[in-house]
């Protein structure tokens, strides 16, 4: 199979802190990850993506310098989110590929992230 | 409008039906279609994906892929409660190489 963790599932932090989120491709190599943010009865949205070595892409509106991707190995990426504020909670989601326009995408359980 | 776009729903369906789940986009360079499931609470789950035209089948379920009308559905055939979830329509293009854009989903309701 193709598994994805993500760590921690959930996290509680104060107004201003910074928290990382870890997403690992457990059994494949992954060269491309994916992190998603989804609000409540909301869709999916796609805040970037990452290729191993490289810089991350962000969607329109997504504010690099407050979540810093860093897509160190074929196996791993973290999401910073900085500074953290009650709006920025929300359900965080990755997912992983092995690359190339077919490949499907294999999503990690998700992080909650509650900022008080 | 939309790159790819769902009925919102809620689909309702009695258990044993079949359910019917559609799905349109709007880029004719899309080369692959995938069907999500998302329980409530939960992250996605792949349930089945499509390259060509013409159905596939994978046990109770069966994706469909017309790229000339630019639709892909998904049949749930003997529904279950356990089907009730939020199904997701994710579409990948030549250029994204790998990038999906996804629906807002079909929230489906199996009622006992």
């Known amino acids: 199979g193709a598994v994805v963790s993500q760590h921690p599932s959930r996290v509680i932090c104060k107004s201003g802190t910074s928290v990382k989120i870890e997403c690992r491709s457990l059994d494949f190599q992954a060269t491309t990850m994916f992190w998603y943010r989804q609000f409540p009865k909301q869709s999916l949205m796609l805040m970037a993506t990452s290729n191993e070595g490289s810089k991350a892409t962000y969607e329109q509106?997504?504010?690099k310098d407050k979540f810093l991707i860093n897509h160190a190995s074929l196996t791993l990426s973290t999401l910073t989110v900085t500074s953290a504020h009650p709006e920025d909670s929300s359900f965080y989601i990755c997912s992983a590929s092995r690359g190339g326009r077919g490949e499907t995408q294999y999503f990690g359980p998700g992080t909650r992230l509650l900022v008080l | 409008q939309k790159e790819v776009e769902q009925n919102?729903?809620?689909?309702?369906?009695?258990?044993?039906?079949?359910a019917s789940l559609n799905c349109?986009?709007?880029?004719?360079?899309?080369?692959?279609?995938f069907w999500y499931r998302q329980y409530s609470g939960k992250s996605p789950e792949l349930i089945m994906f499509i390259y060509s035209n013409g159905d596939k089948e994978d046990g109770r379920f069966t994706a469909q892929l017309n790229k000339a009308s630019q639709y892909v559905?998904?049949?749930?055939?003997?529904?279950?409660?356990?089907?009730?979830?939020?199904?997701?329509?994710?579409?990948?293009?030549?250029a994204n190489a790998g990038k999906s854009t996804f629906g807002d989903g079909t929230t489906l309701t199996v009622k006992p």
């Open chain 2, 73 to 94: 559905s998904l049949l749930i055939r003997d529904s279950q409660p356990s089907d009730s979830a939020t199904y997701l329509c994710a579409v990948n293009t030549e």
């Open chain 2, 8 to 18: 919102s729903g809620p689909l309702s369906v009695p258990e044993g039906a079949i």
């Open chain 1, 61 to 63: 509106g997504v504010e």
């Open chain 2, 24 to 33: 349109t986009y709007s880029d004719r360079g899309s080369q692959s279609f």
